[in-house]
């Protein structure tokens, strides 16, 4: 974690941040007890934890916030939400902290975005996930020599049967036969009206 000062003079803290992230400003409430930080199994590789990161969004530090990897090492796992004694829904908060990100190009973790993307499109097509179409199409939406690196992986997932290459290089065991997979699209379809009415 960084031990960085922030500038709270800085022209270019943004007062509406917090509105356009929780428009129920239930954000304002926070008291920072550090219950979420306490909760949290991913604070510990953040550069802010929830704590700070929730303190800088009520004071409009955006571009400190956005530029950051706290929000996308978020494991979503509730526990602060959950938590939290003033009853604020963070872990929706930091879902709109990506979206953010996303769509204003914000931040040095653009593989993030591309490996979401690729998770969720695998997801919506089959239901859940295949790791080799996952990652397949993760490494053609970032640098595809970055996947000689995982050569050793592959290989190693080769020799243990998590992948196959009979019949083409297949995940074990492959996604075949699951009814109803296809249902997942008018979900994906209905999210995507409902935020293009936001
Ligand atoms: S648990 Fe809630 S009130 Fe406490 S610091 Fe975190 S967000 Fe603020
Ligand atoms: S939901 Fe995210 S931020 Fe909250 S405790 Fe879990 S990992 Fe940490």
């Known amino acids: 974690m960084t031990q960085e000062i922030l500038d709270l003079t800085a022209p270019t803290l943004d007062r509406s941040f917090l509105v356009a992230l929780a428009p129920d400003e239930k954000l304002r409430t926070c008291i920072q007890c550090g ?13 802010y934890t929830p704590r700070q990161m929730w303190r800088m969004v009520q004071l409009g530090l955006k571009e400190e916030v956005l530029n950051s990897k706290t929000f996308w090492l978020c494991s979503t796992c509730y526990s602060c939400s959950v938590r939290c004694p003033r009853g604020i829904p963070l872990l929706e908060t930091i879902g709109a902290l990506k979206r953010m990100a996303i ?10 975005i591309n490996f ?8 919506r097509r ?3 996930v295949d790791e080799l179409e996952f990652m397949t199409r993760y490494f053609l939406s970032t640098n595809i020599f970055s996947i000689i690196g995982y050569v050793p992986l592959g290989l190693a997932m080769l020799m243990h049967g ?10 074990a065991p492959r996604l075949v036969g699951i009814s109803g997979a296809g249902r997942l699209d008018a979900l994906f379809r209905k999210v995507e009206e409902l935020e293009a009415e936001q």
Not at 103 to 112: D, L, T, V
Not at 162 to 171: E, F
Request: charged letters at 25%; a positive charge; proline letters at 2%.
């Open 162 to 171: 998590k992948v196959t290459i009979k019949g083409g290089l297949r995940m």
């Open 35 to 47: 219950t979420c930080t306490a909760s949290c199994a991913s604070a510990y590789a953040m550069e």
């Open 126 to 128: 089959y239901g859940r």
């Open 116 to 123: 979401y993307r690729a998770f969720m499109d695998v997801v």
């Open 103 to 112: 769509a204003e190009r914000i931040g040095p973790y653009k593989e993030s």
